[in-house]
């Protein structure tokens, strides 16, 4: 039973516009929830994160938005540029850093 | 500053042989995870460790044992090799701390090992 889903398995963005990419949870024990970013054949690197205290966090061109209510965050990235390729993952957990959920990641193609 | 380093790259097994993934940090992170991520699919934890001699289970632990004699090293073993353990394995570590407002416990990741059973 998946805690945090991903419902779209890719995107495709022209260069310039925004991305949207978007995540769901079930758990309402979750406190902090991540963004990843994923190249073919290396680890995930963190991109951004935000606290259920918040309902923003900015951090250059990327910005999540968290809706607590709805159990539901975006990732969104303006302007997109062609290097933003990549797999992008959600992922969340509760205070205790023990345990992280995995979406099962989308791939976002940015067209130049 | 190697960060976090995973070996072997890339191993074959043949169903019911064993293994040691072996993975390592340098950053002096007291969390350590071991994750596996099958096609299409998420990460889902294996096992973690939030400092040495202390480990426990994760989503799918089954297949799997792990150690944590130091704080540098979190080898993952696997005996009796299946097909169904064919994944990539990631190692992660993160200092366990709440970190500053813009990094929460940030996960720093291996580049992974391609495994494939038989």
């Known amino acids: 039973d998946q805690q945090v889903k991903q419902n779209s398995p890719s995107l495709s963005v022209q260069e310039g516009r925004i991305s949207i990419l978007n995540c769901d949870y079930t758990?309402?024990?979750?406190?902090?929830f991540l963004w990843y970013k994923k190249y073919p054949a290396e680890g995930p690197t963190f991109l951004i994160s935000?606290?259920?205290?918040?309902d923003k966090n900015e951090d250059g061109r990327f910005t999540v938005f968290l809706n607590k209510s709805a159990k539901h965050l975006s990732l969104h990235i303006v302007p997109s540029q062609p290097g933003d390729s990549a797999v992008y993952f959600c992922a969340a957990s509760d205070d205790n850093f023990n345990k992280f959920y995995f979406g099962s990641g989308t791939k976002l193609n940015v067209k130049p | 500053n190697a960060g976090v380093t995973q070996t072997p790259k890339f191993r074959i097994l043949k169903i019911g042989q064993s293994m040691t993934l072996q993975c390592a940090q340098d950053?002096?992170?007291?969390?350590m995870y071991w994750y596996r991520q099958d096609p299409g699919m998420g990460l889902k934890l294996i096992y973690y460790?939030?400092?040495?001699?202390?480990?426990d289970k994760g989503e799918v632990p089954n297949g799997y044992n792990v150690s944590r004699s130091t704080t540098e090293d979190f080898p993952l073993r696997l005996e009796l090799a299946a097909p169904s353990q064919t994944s990539v394995y990631f190692c992660?570590?993160?200092?366990?701390?709440?970190?500053?407002?813009?990094?929460?416990?940030?996960?720093?990741f291996g580049p992974g090992t391609r495994l494939t059973v038989l």
């Open positions: 935000i606290s259920s205290i918040k």
């Open positions: 992660a570590s993160s200092s366990g701390l709440a970190g500053s407002i813009s990094s929460y416990n940030e996960q720093f």
């Open positions: 950053m002096n992170h007291n969390y």
């Open positions: 758990n309402s024990m979750f406190d902090y």
């Open positions: 460790s939030v400092g040495a001699g202390i480990t």
